[in-house]
């Protein structure tokens, strides 16, 4: 790969070009019918994106999924990314990472195994078999689907990250995204994601006429609200002496591990509190082996200040972490991971919760009348 930006743009531009050529010819096919999608008899939500990683799709799909639960029998399915299985497999409470990928595994356990996860590479196959085994279930999410076009939406949720906007981006390889900016005119929402709380009057105007979304489509801008500290191994840790962020002051250290796409803002939340940080970064989805545990290790005893030291990881690591065998018993009593939810900015938005079981309940009524 050339090294000199200028040289890798020339290079790379015919290969984006001609992945873009791909992508629009394959979905003007499902346009013209030629390639089929497949229709159902309850509600699909599809929660995506037309970039790669980081915009926060499996926390906006537990929230899609908390907004629902209590009106439907919703259950959820996922690719199940960098999973160790293949084919089609219900989530329970045997399940580790390594069945069923990290994310299904956090929102499995997000709702205490009371909301069906399954896995599955066909979405089409997933949905069927999960019905077969589970009648009752009346309205499906997909995470990570709006790329998977054999599936009919009954509504496309789209994301894009405040601070990388598809506007701005260009078609891999020389930029991230997936498929054309115009396919996000496919999505019925579009929800822009981690928003910092100042936003100002003039961001939001940005947003609106850079996307430039059609009359029936519905822009949102959402944000993360961090928990406090919760241990990643709670058997080793007395729950009386939990420390909290707050508490932290300049003689403390915080050693932060992130396997995501984006820390910075992870550790920017972090950097909140008086306590010296120290951010040591993974690829996305990592799995973390025998010798990246050591360099943790030793990074933990590197840790300035003469006050508590402690590690502080994401919620989709910790899943990894807490089922990894290698990791450190005399870590445990000092790790732990920052819980998020999800905000809906209602003030700049429309009602995101009415909006969607509007689509839903229209969608059901036309079903019942073609019936």
Known sequence: MPTNPLVANLALRPISWIFGAITATRNQLFKWGMLKQQTFDVPIIVVGNIA????????????????MRHKYNVAVISRGYKRGTSGFVLASRRSSPFDIGD???????????KVPVAVCESRTKGIQKLLSLNPKINL???????????????VSIVLTEFNRPVFYDRLLPLGRLREPMSSIYRADMVVVTKCPPDIRPLEYRLFKEKLDLIAYQKLYFSSYVYGELTPVFSDDIDLSEMPRISWLNENDSILAIAGIAHPRPFAKWLRRSK????LKSFPDHHNFQRRDLETISSLYQQLPGSGRKIIVTTEKDAVRLANNPYYPPELKSVTFYIPIRVKMDEGRSQSFS??????????????QLSQ
Do not use: S, W
């Not at 994310?103 to 195994?113: A, R, W």
């Not at 009415?354 to 079903?367: F, P, V």
């Open 52 to 67: 790669i990683g980081g915009t926060g799709k499996t926390p906006h799909t537990e929230f899609v999924v908390g907004l």
């Open 275 to 278: 306590a010296k940080v120290k």
């Open 103 to 113: 994310e299904p595994y956090q929102i499995y356990h997000k709702f205490d195994g």
């Open 140 to 154: 499906i999410v997909l995470d990570d689907a709006f790329q998977h076009r054999y599936v009919k939406p009954t």
């Open 354 to 367: 009415a909006d969607l079981e509007k689509l839903i309940a229209r969608a059901n009524l036309a079903r």
